[in-house]
C-alpha cells in the first residue's frame, strides 16, 4: 500500500499520495491539490519539487553518484565513448553490437548542413558569441526539414534525433572557424565524432591534418561526462518547450540558450579566467587561497564546490585522471595546468575547504583540458551544449512518450495590484 501525507488547513484534514522513486526517495503528489484544497504551491527555483518521473539519470550529491540509465559513470568514462553512451542515455539500454553500427553510420552520415546554412555565418556580426550562433543555426534546421517536424511519428523522431547529433559539431565548427576567417570545411565522415570535430576546428585546406589520438580521446570523454545530469536548468527548458509538442530542433535551439547562463555552462570559463588573473600576479596561489578563504573578500576559487555533490563531484574525478594521464603530455605548454594543481592541492589540504566540503567540481577541470587542447575560451559553453545533447534529446523524448504528458503550465503567486482603474495618458 502506497503512502499518505496528510495536512490540516482551515480545520480540515487532507490526505495526498506519496510516491516512491526507484532509488528510495518519497514525493508528495501534489497533482490534485488545487483540485481538493484550492491551494497551490510555492518554490522558486524548484528547490523542492520533482517536475517530472525520468529514468535516465540517477544522481546523489552526498554520496558523489551519478549514474546513466543506472551504470556509474566511471564506468562509462572508462569502458564506453560518447556515441554508445548517447544511445544509452536516448534508448535506455547499451546497444548491441549491429544497433550501434547502425547507430554510428547515421550520425555519421548526417554531418553535412545545407549549403545555404553556411552563408548565415556571413550574416552575424563580426566574432558573434558561438553560443548565440548555435542556438539561431540548430533552430534554424526546423526550416530545412518543415515536413518531418511530427513530436509523434517516430520515423520523424527517429532521423531528427540522427540529423542532430551529426550536425551539431559541424555547426559548433563553424561557428569557430567563421571568427578565424578560414573556410568553412565539410565534415569527413571517415572520422569518428570527436577526431571529425578538432579536424573542422583546427584543419585547415593547405595542409593535411591528423587529428591528434590523446586530444580525440580527452574530448571523447569530456562529452560523455557532459551527457547529462537529470533536471538542470537547460533540460527543464528543453523540456518545458517540448511540452507546447514543439519539435527537438526548437527545443534544443531553447537549452543551448539555457545553457549559455554564466549559472550554468560559463563556470568553465570563470575557471581559466581566475587561473589567468592569478598567472599575471606573480603566480601566488596561496594569496588566492587566502583570500577565497576571507570573510570579508567576496573572492571565491571558481571551479569549487557544489550546490549538489557535497562530498565530490564523480566527474571531476575521472576529468583528474585523464587531466594526468592524457592532457598533461599535450598541455605541458599550457601554464595554467601548473597553477592548476598547485592551487587544488594547497585547497585540498586546507581545513577551510575540507570543512565546508569544497571539492574541485567537473568545471575546474574541464575548462584546461579545452585549454590545453587550445579551444577557445568563449567556446567552452558549446562544448558543454555538444555533450549535453544526448541528454536534452533523451529527456526530449522521455517526456513525448510520458503516458501522463502535459503542456508545462507552472502557476503564481500574482504580487501586483488588483483593480484598478484604467487613467487616461493625460491624466497620468
Ligand atoms: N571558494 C571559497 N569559498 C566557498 C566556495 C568557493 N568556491 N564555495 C563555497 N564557499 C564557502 C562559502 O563562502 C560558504 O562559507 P561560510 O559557510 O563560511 O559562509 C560555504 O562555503 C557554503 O557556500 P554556499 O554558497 O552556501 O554553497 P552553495 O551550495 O550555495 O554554492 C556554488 C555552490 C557552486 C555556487 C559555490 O560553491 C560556488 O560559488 N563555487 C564557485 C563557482 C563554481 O565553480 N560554479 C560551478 C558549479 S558546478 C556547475 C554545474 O554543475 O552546474
Known amino acids: 500500500m502506497s503512502d499518505t501525507a496528510q495536512f490540516v488547513y482551515e480545520g480540515k484534514t487532507y490526505e495526498l499520495p506519496v510516491l516512491e522513486s526507484s532509488s528510495g526517495e518519497k514525493a508528495i503528489d501534489i497533482t490534485q491539490l488545487r483540485a481538493k484544497t484550492g491551494l497551490i504551491t510555492y518554490d522558486p527555483g524548484f528547490m523542492s519539487t520533482g517536475s517530472c518521473k525520468s529514468a535516465i539519470t540517477y544522481l546523489e550529491g552526498e554520496k558523489g553518484i551519478l549514474l546513466y540509465r543506472g551504470i556509474p559513470i566511471e564506468q562509462l568514462a572508462e569502458k564506453s565513448n560518447f556515441i554508445e553512451t548517447s544511445y544509452l542515455l536516448i534508448y535506455g539500454e547499451l546497444p548491441t553490437n549491429n544497433q550501434l553500427e547502425e547507430f554510428k553510420y547515421h550520425v555519421t552520415h548526417h554531418s553535412m548542413v545545407h549549403e545555404s546554412i553556411k552563408n548565415f555565418y556571413d550574416g552575424f556580426p563580426n566574432n558573434p558569441h558561438p553560443m548565440a550562433v548555435c542556438s539561431a543555426v540548430v533552430g534554424s534546421l526546423a526550416t ?25 559539431p559541424t555547426i559548433a565548427a563553424y561557428s569557430y572557424k567563421k571568427s578565424t576567417g578560414q573556410p568553412l570545411p565539410y565534415p569527413d565522415n571517415t572520422l569518428s565524432y570527436s577526431e571529425n570535430f578538432l579536424k573542422m576546428m583546427f584543419g585547415k585546406p593547405c595542409e593535411p591534418y591528423e587529428p591528434n589520438p590523446l586530444a580525440a580521446k580527452a574530448i571523447d570523454t569530456l562529452l560523455l561526462l557532459h551527457a547529462d545530469h537529470e533536471q538542470n536548468c537547460s533540460t527543464s527548458a528543453v523540456r518545458l518547450v517540448g511540452s507546447s509538442m514543439c519539435n527537438l530542433f526548437a527545443s534544443v535551439s531553447a537549452g543551448i540558450y539555457a545553457l549559455w547562463g554564466p549559472l550554468h555552462g560559463g563556470a568553465n570559463q570563470a575557471v581559466i579566467e581566475m587561473l589567468q588573473t592569478i598567472q599575471d600576479d606573480g603566480a601566488n596561489v596561496k594569496k588566492y587561497v587566502d583570500k577565497a578563504k576571507d570573510p570579508n573578500d567576496p573572492f571565491r576559487l571558481m571551479g569549487f564546490g ?5 562530498n565530490f563531484d564523480p566527474r571531476s574525478r575521472v576529468i583528474k585522471k585523464m587531466t594526468k594521464e592524457i592532457v598533461e603530455p599535450l598541455g605541458s605548454r599550457e601554464p595554467l595546468l601548473a597553477i592548476a594543481l598547485e592551487l587544488e592541492q594547497i585547497a585540498l589540504e586546507d581545513e577551510f575547504f575540507l570543512e565546508r566540503k ?15 587542447l587550445d ?23 522521455e517526456l513525448q ?5 502535459k503542456i508545462g503550465r507552472p502557476r503564481q503567486l500574482y504580487s501586483g495590484k488588483m483593480n484598478r482603474e484604467y487613467v487616461p495618458i493625460e491624466n497620468r
Do not use: C
Not at 144 to 168: C, G, M, P
Open 306 to 310: 557544489h550546490r549538489v555533490y557535497k
Open 375 to 397: 579551444i577557445p575560451v568563449n567556446m567552452f559553453p558549446v562544448m558543454f551544449a555538444m555533450g549535453r545533447l544526448p541528454g536534452w534529446i533523451a529527456q526530449w523524448k
Open 401 to 405: 512518450e510520458d503516458e501522463s504528458f
Open 358 to 372: 569544497l571539492y574541485p567540481n567537473v568545471d575546474f577541470y574541464s575548462g584546461l583540458i579545452y585549454k590545453a
Open 144 to 168: 530545412f526539414y518543415q515536413n518531418e517536424l511530427s513530436v509523434r511519428d517516430e520515423r520523424e523522431i527517429e532521423i531528427t534525433i540522427h540529423r542532430l547529433l551529426a550536425k551539431l
